[in-house]
Nanobody, 118 residues
Framework: VQLQASGGGLVQAGGSLRLSCVAS????????FGWFRRAPGKDREFVGG????????ILADTVKGRFTISTDAAKNTVYLQMNSLKPEDTAVYYC????????????WGQGTLVTVSS
C-alpha cells in the first residue's frame, strides 16, 4: 500500500486543520491506519489510530477531546481532524498503515508539516 498525506499548513492557536491520507495499491479494509507526529527535537509520537472497521479508534491523551480520526472507505482516505490547535501540536504528521492493527508494524507515508503559531 502507498500513502499520500496532505492538509498541513500554518494555523493560529485555537484554529483547526484537517489532514488527509489517501491509500492506494491494496485493499483499504486490510489495514488499520495511524497518525504519528514528530516535533522538532523530539521522538516520534503516536497521535491516534483507527481500526479496519472504521468505527473503532484510539487517541493519545495529549490530543483527546481535540482531534478525531475517521475514514471514508469509498475514497480510500483517512482523516485527522484537529481542533483547538496549540503551539505544541507543531510537528510533521505522518500517516501509517498497519495490517496487524497494533500500530507497531507500519507502512509509512510521507509527512505533512503542521505549524501552530501562538
Amino acid at each position: 500500500v502507498q500513502l499520500q498525506a496532505s492538509g498541513g499548513g500554518l494555523v493560529q492557536a485555537g484554529g483547526s486543520l484537517r489532514l488527509s491520507c489517501v491509500a492506494s495499491g491494496d485493499r483499504f479494509s486490510r489495514y488499520a491506519f495511524g497518525w504519528f507526529r514528530r516535533a522538532p527535537g523530539k521522538d516520534r509520537e503516536f497521535v491516534g489510530g483507527i481500526m479496519p472497521s472504521g468505527t473503532d479508534s484510539i487517541l493519545a491523551d495529549t490530543v483527546k477531546g481535540r482531534f478525531t480520526i475517521s475514514t471514508d472507505a469509498a475514497k480510500n482516505t483517512v482523516y485527522l481532524q484537529m481542533n483547538s490547535l496549540k503551539p505544541e501540536d507543531t510537528a510533521v504528521y505522518y500517516c501509517a498503515a498497519d495490517p496487524t492493527g497494533t500500530f507497531k508494524v507500519n507502512i509509512w507515508g510521507q509527512g505533512t508539516l503542521v505549524t501552530v503559531s501562538s
